[in-house]
């Protein structure tokens, strides 16, 4: 069984900082790509970014602002924020594609609130 554990959410002030990370443990065989979502109190999830083994792409509400960055161990993930505004206010998710012994997986991970006072 695949397990994501997510950690670094918080509150933080407009224009500050923060890092999330992404673990994926278990039996897995590789991993293509590593995502964030984040979804906001009424609104629908959105994809903020994704990594994959060659590419990094980010959401045009965030570039600029937010990189992902895969750990040495590829099989985790960091989403740095900078320059952090109140509306970036929502929870985080990770979401990890890859192959296991069973075949390809997808999984979430149970989210991470981050919080940015004005």
């Known amino acids: 069984q695949v397990q994501l554990v997510e950690s670094g959410g918080g509150l933080v002030q407009a224009g500050g900082s923060l890092r999330l990370s992404c673990e994926a443990s278990?039996?897995?065989?590789?991993?293509?790509?590593m995502a964030w979502y984040r979804q906001a109190p009424g609104k629908q999830r959105e994809l903020v970014g994704h990594?994959?083994?060659?590419?990094?792409n980010m959401a045009e509400s965030v570039k600029g602002r937010f990189t992902i960055v895969r750990g040495n161990a590829r099989n985790t993930a960091y989403l740095q924020m900078n320059s952090l505004k109140p509306e970036d206010t929502a929870v985080y998710y990770c979401?990890?594609?890859?192959?296991?012994?069973?075949?390809?997986?997808?999984?979430w991970g149970q989210g991470t609130q981050v919080t940015v006072s004005s």
């Open positions: 979401k990890v594609n890859g192959r296991h012994y069973g075949g390809p997986f997808e999984y």
């Open positions: 278990g039996p897995i065989l590789n991993i293509n790509v």
């Open positions: 990594v994959t083994t060659t590419v990094t």
